[in-house]
């Protein structure tokens, strides 16, 4: 069976102190199958050259005008692809590498390949 896909969707506006800690830990999970989708809400500081940086790094990145955070994640909720999707504000972060890898094997396990 395959990896779960996770379809991982960060909001930013005007949070260039803290995405660029947001976007790292999600590169640096070593869990791979990974959508990560960002939606910017236009920000007027330098956020968008930070997420632009990752670019590679980052399947879609939408900066256009929201009618706030709801909003914002209902279009990457809209993209969204993945078995699951998950929800990382741009000040939060992982806080290690395999927080997505211990989280899924459980998870895989038990909702998608279990049989009575």
Avoid at 49 to 66: F, G, L
């Amino acid at each position: 069976m395959q990896d779960i896909r996770v379809s991982l969707i960060t909001v930013t506006y005007n949070a260039e102190s803290t995405v660029e800690r947001c976007i790292r830990s999600v590169i640096a999970q070593n869990y791979r199958n990974i959508e990560y989708i960002v939606i910017d809400g236009v920000s007027t500081d330098s956020t968008l050259q930070i997420i632009n940086h990752y670019a590679q790094n980052i399947k879609t990145i939408i900066s256009e005008p929201d009618k706030g955070m709801y909003d914002a994640l209902n279009k990457g909720i809209r993209l969204a692809t993945g078995n699951v999707i998950g929800i990382l504000n741009a000040d939060d972060y992982f806080a290690s590498d395999d927080i997505l890898a211990n989280g899924f094997y459980g998870f895989k396990y038990r909702y998608f390949i279990w049989e009575p």
